[in-house]
């Protein structure tokens, strides 16, 4: 992996001089000053003495093991600040408290459900409007600006149909209308791909994904390079409470080492799956940046370093289709991605069951669209599965 894009508009701080695989493993990792213990202790307490230290008065407010995770998280996107929250909802909910009563936020329409609900069920009813739109019209983009919009959200690639936005464009034309610009990068992860380098503001991650990548825990971060966004948020994370546990920071460390690694086995599984189902009789399209022709090829090719462990696909006849899923004996039913095993979901009945049908088919997530988080299994092993599930 190039070491490049990681010094790019990004002051250089310690991390910076490791590269990525390197700092995956030692940035806010280094060991325990008291004990020389190699790994992160878990400190599992709700409050501190104030006797002999002021740096920690409530767990809420802050916990060592969480500053770790927050350095390594700043150090993975080089950002100069990380902020980690209790799940990806919970850091997404802390990042909208930058907004304000008649503000208006221009959303991505391809993006993940929960994001969906929160901007039209609950920010609706704070005075907040929000417009969905396809990103990767540019003009589209510039002509739904209003004088009253303070945020762009973007997520790249996006959930469940894998468009690829130019993250780069995007953030120069928000930054052009005083807005903010946010990526959720959480299908990338910092292994692929990192926004702030490309001149994005907020990067938001669901470290219950790849970041963690064994399926074991919930969690979310926040990550930035701006101090006033970073004050502001830090101020947000405590007085909303949305924190995580010691524990599950030290899960996130835990897999935060192996996340390189992971990635690019990822990437070869998902390359070589992609190709397999494009060939398959059963299958009308796969959408995959990897694909040459793909319609994000081009962009991914510029912003991410490999293409990513997730894909979805078309069937052509999708009558009984989660029955025929449910025959699948290697790859599991179920929702989440990101985790060492190979997970496959029914969009329409199960993760995006919360966007309302009629603006799902205007999206393109049809009732045939099955979307696949490829793991780290012997892609032999998972062909054959899905031939098998296929017929
Ligand atoms: C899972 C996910 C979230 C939400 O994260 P949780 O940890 O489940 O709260 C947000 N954005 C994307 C792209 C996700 O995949």
Not at 323 to 342: H, T
Request: charged residues 25%.
């Amino acid at each position: 992996m190039g070491s490049k894009v990681f010094t790019l508009g990004v002051q250089l701080r310690p991390g910076d001089r490791m590269r990525f695989a390197t700092k995956a493993i030692h940035a806010g990792q280094e060991p325990d000053p008291r004990t020389g213990a190699v790994t992160p202790p878990i400190y599992a307490t709700s409050t501190y003495s104030r006797k002999g230290q002021d740096a920690y008065a409530y767990a809420r407010s802050a916990n060592p093991t969480r500053d770790a995770l927050q350095q390594s998280l700043a150090a993975l996107e080089s950002g100069k600040h990380a902020l980690a929250f209790s799940s990806g909802m919970g850091a997404i909910t802390t990042a909208l408290t930058l907004l304000k009563k008649g503000d208006h936020v221009l959303v991505t329409d391809d993006c993940y459900g929960g994001v969906y609900r929160i901007f039209t069920r609950i920010m609706s009813q704070y005075g907040i409007e929000s417009t969905f739109l396809d990103l990767r019209d540019l003009v589209d983009v510039e002509d739904a600006f209003r004088p009253e919009t303070r945020i762009l959200w973007m997520e790249s690639p996006t959930n469940p149909l894998m468009k690829v936005v130019d993250l780069k464009e995007l953030a120069f034309i928000a930054k052009a209308h005083e807005a903010l610009s946010v990526c959720d990068s959480t299908f990338a992860s910092p292994a692929l791909q990192n926004p702030l380098a490309l001149g994005v503001d907020l990067v938001v991650h669901s470290t219950t994904k790849y970041l963690g990548g064994h399926a074991d825990l919930l969690g979310g971060a926040l990550v930035m390079n701006r101090d006033d966004i970073h004050e502001k948020l830090k101020f947000s994370q405590n007085a909303l409470g949305a924190v995580p546990s010691a524990f599950d920071c030290w899960l996130a460390l835990r897999g935060i080492k192996t996340l390189p690694v992971r990635m690019e086995r990822h990437c070869d599984n998902a390359e070589m799956l992609s190709k397999f189902l494009k060939d398959h009789k059963a299958v009308a399209k796969v959408h995959y940046p990897g694909l040459p022709d793909d319609p994000g090829h081009g962009i991914a090719k510029k912003q991410m370093r490999r293409f990513g462990g997730m894909l979805s696909f078309e069937l052509r006849d999708s009558t009984r289709l989660v029955e025929r899923l449910k025959r699948l004996e290697v790859i599991l039913l179920a929702e989440s991605l990101g985790g060492v095993e190979s997970l496959i979901e029914h969009p329409a009945s199960m993760t995006h069951t919360s966007v309302p049908k009629e603006q799902r088919e205007k999206q393109g997530i049809t009732d045939g669209l099955v979307r696949f988080s490829v793991g780290l299994e012997d892609a032999q092993d998972l062909t054959e599965d899905l031939g098998r599930a296929l017929g």
